[in-house]
């Protein structure tokens, strides 16, 4: 079997988004105007994205014997994903259901319940040598031996830091790259501006990125910083557009892109991805990127 480019470690879940024209009220009873379901989750979208974008990704994650589980397997596997590490177990599958509004806010309930941790005898990395690692922090107990273990084979590590919770806190210092939200970065640092909690992330990452959403993104190598300004879309859903960007920078690594191109690529990505409803139907192929990155 071919080795990924990227592996992908972490969540993932089963989306029911829901396109509304407001949030409801207390009692009230709304309709929406169009509903997409399908497999989420920021680990098991980012290794979606990869596939998308030409590159060959595995996934290594929980995934439920229910019916939610079996429907997401099916769609990682007819998108040409590796999932020789996928777990398998009676655990209910975390289900989101998501409300998207025409202002491009959205609402999200997510309901886990008992979805176990993977525990490191679940994945060991010697069965495959991707080129590059992203984790999303959602598997702590796997994501450290694996990130150990990847140290040592020279892999380069990213972390998809959306919040600051257990997995995604003790992950930082081990990042070759650290793509992290605005909120993490915020909550991460405890500054207040993000200019100030990006000069905090460049003294533990040699490679810091700091996505504003319709603001673009700031950027820290090393001694020398950089912005980027968010490509101009018609914004549908903006659900998994960071899960787009985390997957489409992972590729840019695991094919040494030049750090300029591999930003324009990965938010070419995210932009693309707000243009549809739903987070897995709106990652882009590459052909759609390189026609907006022709563009602008």
Known sequence: MTEPDVLCVG???YDITMAVEHHPG??????????????????????????????RSAFAGFLSSDAFGQSHLDELQAESVDTRLVVRGDAASPVSTILAKPDSA????????????????????????????LFDGHEPLISL?????????????????????????????????LVASKKFALDFTGENNPHAALEKLANIAPNAVITL????????????????????????????????FHGA???????????????????????????RLGARNGIPSLSDVDALLSEQ
């Not at 709304?30 to 590159?55: E, F, K, Q, Y």
């Not at 150990?148 to 990213?158: C, F, G, S, V």
């Not at 968010?230 to 787009?244: L, N």
């Open 11 to 13: 969540h993932a879940s």
């Open 26 to 55: 207390p009692d009230e009873k709304i309709s929406a105007r169009a509903m997409t379901c399908g497999g989420g989750g920021p680990a098991a979208n980012a290794t979606v994205a990869v596939a998308r974008l030409g590159g």
């Open 106 to 133: 959205r609402t999200v309930v997510n309901h886990k319940q008992d979805t176990p941790w993977l525990t490191p005898d679940h994945v060991d990395l010697s069965e495959l040598k991707p080129k590059a690692i």
């Open 145 to 177: 031996p694996l990130a150990e273990q990847a140290k040592q084979k020279n892999i380069p590590l990213i972390l998809d830091a959306g919040s600051a919770h257990r997995g995604s806190r003790e992950l930082v210092p081990l990042m070759d790259y």
């Open 213 to 244: 959403g319709e603001d673009g993104l700031i950027w820290a190598q090393g001694e020398t910083r950089g912005e980027l300004a968010a490509f101009d879309v018609p914004v549908v859903d903006s659900t998994g557009a960071g899960d787009a």
């Open 249 to 275: 920078f992972a590729l840019g690594i695991a094919q040494d892109m030049i750090w300029d191109r591999l930003l324009r690529f990965a938010s070419a990505a995210a932009a693309l991805c707000c243009t």
